[in-house]
């Protein structure tokens, strides 16, 4: 990486030329700016080092900052092209105020290899003006105004031509903006002119949208010391999780998903999340399979120069109401499917263990479906397979999908079948039960229409689940199919 006192600039192909993209410290103060080609900033700074522009990896880097500052505040937001914002309300006090909180977050940029301006402003648009055209540090609400007031009119982001029809006008500084009437600015700059400037001078507070919204429960925990090797990460995580529990215990809810956060002195943060078929919050269970989970990770925890925060997150959250005990029921021993169910996800991965859930359908083909066993069911399933009777009559275990058209011939128009060709081979039918009718999908018509299904059994003593779709005398002509088996 070049010396921090050398201009440095990355180019890329801009309009048929070579322009700047981004420069360092060094290059500003030698008079160079993004967008000037390559060729000017050559004249002006014969020793400027030049590296290629890449965008991809530019937002990977900004991802991962994301995450990295993430440890100060839940609250973070992307400030385009290169910039982050965090709603740090209630969070400067865990850091020592918010000198000591811009403190850390320049050593963490430090120990990042990163270059950064800072600002504490009492809104967002506020913190950017000052942090990109004004002086770094802290304002409080009283101040903003004027310490906003001082800036270049250039704060404002308008277009070229804006900023130089108020500088002609004498209109340096916000302050002198700000003392001219509105209408008349609105006339002369638009509508949203006036709105932008109360914004960059702290009138109007517009909330930041984070990149990801914080979890309903959050536990942290700040190690004074930073740790080296990874022995403490487990006892931490019942730390974590034991807060995490009291927390939903006064709310009466529980959790389906738990992500672990761990930061590294250096910004680096992992990520590991343990998925739960039931909601829970007991700490035993979340600690087996968190042990399962980091026992599984493909790539182990890096402690690097040492890790110093750890955060749980709750996510998906359900009420889990109490269960009452009866005095003469055997205590229960070793594990529930659902326990067995959450182990073998965590530990295989989330797409080996599937479970059978209901649909919002009648036609058998379409009443289930394959979900992972942690996937949260959607509106239209149920949490469990549906009973294999319905009405009194048994479903089979093995269905065709789709069914298999045959070739059957009744004694009369509504009755069961007598016989059957089916897959080359004539089938006798000696028993049959039904039928049982199951109505057409009407915004699947006409593809799929009524059906009649029945149980009927062969002179080999083999079962089969048939049915008759459509009526005789309607067209299409009604046709036979095989639609399962019975054991």
Not at 32 to 56: C, F, I, K, N, Q
Not at 59 to 85: C, I, K, T, Y
Not at 105 to 123: D, F, G, K, N, S
Not at 178 to 192: I, K, L, T, V
Request: glycine share 6%; with cysteine; net charge neutral.
């Amino acid at each position: 990486m070049p010396d921090a006192d050398v201009p440095v600039a990355c180019v890329a192909k801009q309009s048929n030329a070579l322009r700047l993209t981004a420069v360092n410290r060094a290059a500003i103060a030698a008079g160079l700016a993004s967008g000037m080609t390559l060729a000017d900033a050559h004249a002006r700074v014969p020793e400027l080092t030049t590296v290629p522009s890449e965008p991809r990896a530019d937002e990977e880097l900004m991802a991962r900052l994301v995450d990295g500052f993430g440890r100060f505040s839940p609250l973070v937001a992307r400030d385009n092209p290169h910039g982050l914002m965090l709603d740090i309300t209630g969070c400067a006090h865990l850091f020592g105020g918010e000198d000591g909180m811009m403190a850390a977050v320049r050593r963490l940029a430090e120990r990042a290899r990163l270059q950064v301006r800072l600002a504490i402003a009492p809104t967002p648009h506020s913190a950017r003006a000052l942090v990109r055209f004004g002086p770094e540090g802290a304002v409080s609400d009283t101040d903003v105004g004027t310490t906003a007031g001082k800036l270049a009119v250039e704060a404002l982001e308008r277009p070229a031509s804006e900023i130089t029809a108020l500088k002609r006008a004498g209109l340096k500084r916000l302050a002198d903006v700000d003392a001219r009437p509105r209408a008349a600015m609105a006339a002369r700059f638009g509508e949203d002119f006036c709105h932008v400037l109360d914004r960059t001078i702290g009138r109007i507070d517009i909330r930041i949208t984070p990149v990801r919204l914080p979890a309903p429960i959050v536990a942290d925990r700040r190690l004074a010391e930073p740790i080296l090797h990874l022995d403490p990460v487990e006892g931490i995580i019942a730390d974590l999780l034991a807060d995490t529990e009291q927390q939903m215990e006064q709310t009466a809810k529980g959790g389906r998903a738990f992500t672990l956060t761990v930061f590294r002195l250096d910004g680096w943060t992992r990520r590991v999340t343990v998925r739960t078929g039931r909601a829970m919050r007991q700490v035993a269970p979340l600690m087996r399979l968190f042990h399962e989970r980091l026992q599984a990770l493909d790539t182990p925890i890096d402690p690097g120069f040492g890790l110093d925060q750890f955060r749980m997150e709750v996510d998906d959250l359900v009420t889990l109401a109490a269960q009452q005990v009866r005095l003469d029921e055997p205590a229960r021993r070793g594990e529930s499917l659902e326990d067995l169910t959450d182990r073998l996800s965590t530990r295989l991965g989330a797409q080996a263990v599937m479970r059978v859930k209901s649909t919002g359908s009648h036609l058998p083909e379409r009443a289930c479906v394959l979900r992972p066993a942690l996937h949260p069911a959607r509106a239209d399933e149920g949490d469990d397979w549906p009973e294999l009777k319905r009405d009194g009559l048994e479903r089979p275990m093995t269905l065709f999908n789709p069914p298999q058209p045959i070739e059957a011939i009744a004694l009369a128009p509504d009755s069961p079948p007598a016989r059957f060709v089916w897959r080359r081979v004539t089938r006798r039918i000696i028993r049959a039960e039904g039928p049982e009718r199951i109505e057409g999908e009407w915004w699947r018509r006409p593809r799929h229409r009524v059906r009649d299904y029945y149980r009927v059994e062969d002179d080999t003593g083999h079962r089969y689940w048939l049915f008759r779709a459509g009526h005789y005398g309607e067209e299409p002509a009604p046709r036979w199919y095989v639609h399962g088996l019975f054991a």
